[in-house]
């Protein structure tokens, strides 16, 4: 053990007489351990809202999706063009799609809906919403006489419909007649209904095969509005994108998850900034009690400093002396918050007990996904600035000189 080590531990645990220093000195280590233990705590819960949130958008949409200038070309030779895709690196599904804008009518009144024409069989390797739909299945999109409908709880409830109920399904492309332009109107069974937990998307999203969104759109055989594509890792999205582009050439491009949602995720990070620069000042707090703490101890140890560097200690010793009381408080603190924020993170996480309201949220409990970097960069941060608030109290005691300190003793 150095002598800087020993007398900053001296100082600090061992104060019969100066009582109100040392409960000082506990203050600053609970202010420090109540703000790690926040930042744990906030952090935790905006990374596991963050994630359910960004898993209920790439579940009902694809990390990508492949566009053309020239619509036509897309489904000009669809098996090799599909082949192309999938032997990208990088590349794990592809599925073809349909994308419009029409409204449902049943009992229950009308509703704008988006449209999606997907193939059933490929859907669910490329989608994960569809894996595991509340009700119904996805076979039976094609159901012999009537054509089936997949749709979201929330407009199931709104139109008032079930499984094997009938709903109408209004195109704005008109077709021709007698009187002029009318709709196009057709007949769906529902097939099957599913919850996301997102209202946007169970309000407002249905699916039905691609031959049917087809014939109720009026459009060619054949013709597709792209084709969405799943990607190894999402977070790469972008090189694998690259590569597409570089594979498929003019006029394909590629848009990605990131891109497209990119407002979106911006200001999310935002706020986790925010709130990390906010919860950040609990930390100050708990430094400046450090200031405080080593003011009035340097003020009570005026003489023990001047014997010290008597004896030979040097000012930088002396320094040292100071930095390590500051550096210990600064760690037991960081210690504690650590104790707490992840005690109470894995109690949350195990246990559940504060819920939310489904109706309001995308999910009924409170999320929490503590992550190794963010505990790191925590600490990292409550240890700098517990070590700049021993900074001067640390420089005020080197200065003192012996001959001063000890001449009315």
Partial sequence: MSFEFFVASRYLFSRRKQTFIYVISLMSILGVALGVGALVLVLGVYNGLTTDMRDKILGANA??????????????????????IRNTPGVTGAMPFIYSEVMLSAGGGVKGVVLRGIDPVIA????????????????????????GIIIGDELAKRLGLFIGGRVNLLSPAG???AAGYTPRVKAFEVAGIFKT?????????AFVSLPAAREVLGLPAGFLSGIEITVRDLFRADETAIKLSEELGAPFYVRTWMEMNANLFAALKLEKIGMFILLAMVVMIGSFSIVTSLVMLVMEKTRDIAVMMSMGA???????????QGC?????????????????????KRYRFIKLPENVYTLDH??????????????????L?????????????????????????
């Fill in 63 to 84: 990390h990508g999706i492949i566009l053309s200038y020239d619509s036509a070309v897309l489904g000009r030779d669809l098996p090799k063009l599909l082949d192309n």
């Fill in 124 to 147: 669910p390797h490329v989608l994960s919403m569809l894996r595991h739909i509340g009700e119904g299945s996805l076979d039976a999109l094609e159901n012999g006489d009537a054509q």
């Fill in 175 to 177: 077709q021709k007649g």
């Fill in 197 to 205: 937990g997102m209202y946007e998307y169970d309000s407002s999203l």
């Fill in 314 to 324: 040097t000012r930088r010793m002396i320094r040292r002396i100071f930095i390590l």
């Fill in 328 to 348: 210990i408080i600064g760690l037991t603190g960081t210690m504690l918050g650590y104790c707490f924020g992840l005690g109470v993170g894995w109690l949350l």
């Fill in 366 to 383: 409170l999320p929490i996904m503590i992550t190794v970097p963010d505990v790191l960069l925590i600490g990292a941060s409550a240890m």
């Fill in 385 to 409: 600035l517990c070590f700049l608030a021993t900074l001067y109290p640390a420089r005020q005691a080197a200065r003192l000189e012996p001959a001063d300190a000890l001449r009315y003793e």
